[in-house]
């Protein structure tokens, strides 16, 4: 089924859109937030596009999306209990959320670095800095360091790859799309246990 490769299609479209920028920039703020869908998924495309603006677009996308990190903090330190709380039990993340809390008593800082940098929901972790009121510096440096690099790395693979990558992404896509389905099925059934 040529699913995936159709979406590729579409999202290599909207990232060639004079107003990209702006939608990578929105889509990196909300994200730190509550978006379910990665940064990733539009700087890639748009490094792949204009390869010229890789290094800008890996900017912007680190920059909007430490901000949407300082609003995340924000609403965990200031409003878990009137506003993010019933949206976390709204859509059953309370379990998240209490791992999140483990982890920062186990690891400190260091969890906000492998939230920023990894593919775990790094928007669960920023609110859970704001609920524990965490130290707001390290938080904002922890997460520029992790954000841009993951982004900054991203760009680059993108950049040095061009269209020769685009072409035999293009190729594979719908096979990796289905695998990456698999996997995180595979991941959500372990994960449960």
Do not use: N
Request: glycine share 8%.
């Amino acid at each position: 089924m040529k699913l995936f490769s159709r979406l590729y299609q579409g999202v290599m479209q909207w990232s060639r859109h004079r107003h990209a920028s702006y939608y990578l920039s929105g889509t990196a703020f909300i994200e730190s937030i509550f978006w379910p869908i990665p940064v990733d998924v539009m700087l890639a495309p748009m490094a792949l596009g204009k390869p010229d603006k890789a290094w800008r677009y890996a900017m912007l996308a680190t920059l909007f999306s430490v901000l949407g990190a300082l609003f995340g903090y924000a609403l965990g330190y200031a409003l878990w209990d009137p506003v993010v709380q019933p949206l976390v039990e709204a859509v059953g993340y309370q379990d998240k959320i209490g791992v999140a809390e483990q982890w920062f008593q186990q690891w400190g800082i260091g969890v906000i670095f492998i939230a920023s940098f990894t593919p775990i929901p790094y928007k669960v972790f920023t609110v859970t800095a704001g609920l524990m009121h965490m130290a707001l510096l390290p938080f904002l440096l922890t997460s520029l360091v992790g954000r841009g690099l993951r982004f900054f790395l991203v760009a680059g693979l993108m950049r040095w790859g061009g269209e020769k990558m685009e072409r035999k992404l293009m190729h594979y896509i719908d096979v990796l799309g289905w695998l990456c389905i698999v996997l995180a099925v595979v991941a959500y059934f372990w994960l449960r246990k």
